[in-house]
């Protein structure tokens, strides 16, 4: 995968260093050279004092000692908090990239005492490296070289990427993009084993792939040996702020574990090259740099509950959902493709919607994908006016009954709940009036069929 991960790790150690060395040069000239002068210059009318005289004198230069100290102390406290409140910010380029070996990585996150008590944190981390490491592979995939290749160096050349086992069988989850067209791939382990796998099933509109080790006279696995399975857990469940950890091969380093936490769910990012959405993703800030691609993202119980997939720059990375894995890998094992839902409309939020008041919110209808279900159902999209601006188009503002406001929802209600043959209710907003339609759900056409009016 190529994820592009750009962090910039700012040290304010010189600038901290600079203010308490200053202070502490400041604090010594203050107290040492000045009470010498002070003694200097009074050495002699001190003797001309009486010893209570003494005594109040030494009790006011002490506590003139004290008061300094404690101003000294204020301005380094003050210093202090200044410099490590400064923040350095860079502003990010939105450029979601897949693919592998192509990108720079990102800084890696620690798990913070915040987080987790200081004295578990390793612990658990250990332990849960120590279970997975065995369950996650590295994939090695041959790159084809289009037409006649001039460069002898550009020969062979190969992607990696990571998975990770799905059961006993042989069966393991990878990124679609990882496998390319390939149909055989090969798999390490992180003890250095090696075989290699078919690429039995291929789901590219949630860019997942199916494969499954195979009997070679490569293999370095012994018969009989097990096969650890990783455990999944519910994604659904995840709140923005929990801990979550990824493994994987990023450059193809082995084994490397990064962590991070939930930055949010319920994504709706792009799958590459097909034109359709992966709903419900979630976005992480664990670093996920090239090699990564399809490997786990792990809860602090070591189940997975994401494969990650896709990255922006800054820190952005997103992971596949384990709850819409285990709904469409099984079916990929059992039949070889899995049918999405598809209703043939596309959304835009820029578009001029006419004659609605602040409280109609919902999904713009844009352009409708002609013979498709959509269109069959009567829905209307945005027309041009001889300005260039668009104007009208259909507002979904539910579907079942349920009152929905972005175009994620519907994508997401969709994927979870239904069909291709499954009839939808759609509650629509048209030129100041509700109406209600029904549609029948089709097919996701193939990514080369798929044609979209612009």
């Not at 910010?89 to 979601?96: H, R, T």
Request: a negative charge; proline letters at 5%; aromatic letters at 6%.
């Amino acid at each position: 995968m190529i994820s592009w991960l750009i962090s910039r790790n700012i040290t304010l150690k010189s600038c901290n260093d600079l203010f308490y060395n200053q202070d502490e040069k400041y604090n010594n000239d203050l107290f040492y050279n000045q009470d010498e002068k002070y003694n200097n210059d009074n050495k002699y009318k001190r003797k001309e004092i009486s010893r209570g005289t003494e005594a109040m004198v030494i009790t006011s230069i002490v506590f003139t000692n004290v008061i300094l100290f404690v101003v000294s102390l204020a301005l380094i406290f003050q210093q202090t908090q200044i410099t490590d409140s400064i923040v350095y910010a860079e502003s990010p380029q939105p450029q979601l990239q897949y693919g592998v070996n192509t990108s720079d990585p990102g800084g890696e996150n620690i798990l913070s005492s915040q987080q987790l008590p200081i004295e578990t944190a390793s612990s658990i981390l250990n332990n849960i490296f120590r279970q997975t490491e065995d369950s996650v592979v590295l994939i090695t995939t041959a790159v084809p070289q289009p037409g006649i290749v001039q460069d002898p160096s550009q020969e062979n050349r190969t992607a990696l990427g990571s998975g990770f086992l799905f059961d006993k069988e042989g069966h393991i989850i990878t990124n679609n993009h990882v496998v390319g067209d390939a149909k055989i791939v090969d798999v390490t382990f992180t003890n250095g084993d090696r075989l290699r796998a078919n690429v039995t099933a291929i789901d590219p509109y949630i860019d997942i792939a199916v494969l499954r080790i195979i009997e070679t006279q490569n293999n370095t696995i012994p018969q009989g040996h097990d096969l650890n399975a990783l455990q999944f857990g519910n994604s659904s469940a995840l709140l923005v702020g929990d801990t979550v950890i990824a493994i994987g091969n990023p450059y193809g380093l082995a084994g490397t574990m990064t962590t991070g936490i939930v930055s949010q769910v319920g994504r709706l990012v792009p799958a590459p090259g097909v034109g359709f959405s992966v709903p419900d993703v979630i976005q992480t800030d664990a670093a996920i740099s090239p090699g990564n691609s399809g490997g786990p993202l792990l809860n602090l119980q070591g189940q997975v509950i994401g494969v990650n997939f896709a990255a922006l720059p800054g820190g952005l990375g997103f992971a596949i959902p384990t709850n819409l894995i285990q709904k469409v890998v099984p079916i990929l094992i059992e039949k070889g493709n899995y049918t999405h839902p598809y209703l043939g409309f596309t959304s835009d939020l820029a578009a001029t919607i006419e004659n609605i008041t602040q409280n109609v919110k919902g999904v713009a209808v844009n352009t409708l994908v002609e013979g498709g279900p959509a269109d069959k159902a009567g829905l209307q999209g945005t027309t041009i006016d001889q300005y260039g601006r668009k104007r009208g188009g259909d507002v979904i503002v539910a579907i079942d009954g349920d009152k929905i406001r972005e175009f994620e929802q519907l994508v997401s209600y969709l994927e979870e709940n239904k069909i291709p043959g499954d009839t939808i209710v759609l509650n629509v907003f048209r030129n100041g009036n509700m109406l209600e339609l029904e549609a029948v759900l089709g097919e996701r056409p193939l990514p080369s069929s798929l044609h979209v009016p612009s």
